[in-house]
């Protein structure tokens, strides 16, 4: 042989490859939980569980952890490892300001970009939730439904922080919805309709107009509820 396996290019390639492979994997099965709940709030994700249970290594969970972090998901801090995001009710209400004023400048952007197919697929979004799914499937749905709306948008800086925002709130909406039950959802219906009819008509102005208002009442109502952020850690 001319050629030692320790000088083949292709190998150090191609186990790279499936070490992101690995990382983005671990990555998704976090994110899913943290998303869904199951992983709680200023909960501990340690790297040696993660990888036992998942049957990964720690390098690629440590580069997981790392994604899930620029994500708005966990924190890690020096000597105290990873944990997921945990929020006072200040927090939450000056995220939901920011929101306010970044998603409607993300929808503007995006308008212009959606397809007739993205309008029709936001319509079927809105027919299932109205038909009054339970909490996680509204959740879901909700947030299917909105960050659909910001596809359109090229300013990636822009798309990226508002992913990060809803990230860092989904707990907090979760927990606001078990308390507040199905009562409200028809407001909600009310909202997305009056958006999705504004974003039908390529109509800018209205539909930031309504999206402004419709995070402003969330924000309101989140305020009204301090149990959600349970005591200070």
């Keep these: ?17 499936r070490g992101d492979a690995v990382s983005r994997r671990v990555a998704d099965h976090l994110r899913e939980a943290i998303l869904r709940g199951e992983i709680a709030p200023g909960e501990r994700i340690r790297q040696e569980d993660v990888a036992a249970r998942l049957g990964a290594s720690r390098l690629p ?6 994604i899930l972090e620029a994500e708005g998901l966990i924190e890690q801090r020096a000597h105290k490892g990873a944990r997921v995001l945990r929020l006072d009710a200040h927090e939450v209400q000056v995220i939901y300001e920011m929101r306010r004023r970044l998603e409607p400048l993300a929808l503007a952007e995006s308008l212009p970009h959606l397809t007739d197919d993205d309008l029709l697929r936001l319509g079927r979004i809105q ?3 109205e038909a009054n799914p339970g909490i996680a499937e509204f959740l879901a749905l909700d947030r299917e439904f909105h960050l659909l709306t910001y596809t359109g948008c090229r300013v990636e800086w822009l798309s990226t922080m508002v ?5 860092a709130t989904q707990h907090y909406r979760r927990e606001f919805m078990r308390l507040s039950g199905s009562g409200r959802r028809w407001v909600v219906n009310a909202e997305h309709r009056l958006l999705l009819d ?4 390529r109509d800018a102005v209205d539909a930031e107009l309504h999206l402004g208002g419709h995070i402003r009442r969330t924000r309101v109502e989140l305020a009204r509820h301090p149990e959600v952020f349970g005591p200070t850690p």
């Design 163 to 167: 992913v990060r925002l809803w990230n």
């Design 127 to 129: 027919d299932r939730i």
């Design 1 to 17: 042989m001319t050629a030692s396996f320790m000088n083949d290019p292709v190998r150090p390639a191609a186990d790279a490859a």
């Design 198 to 201: 504004a974003i039908e008509r």
């Design 61 to 66: 969970v440590r580069e997981a952890l790392r």
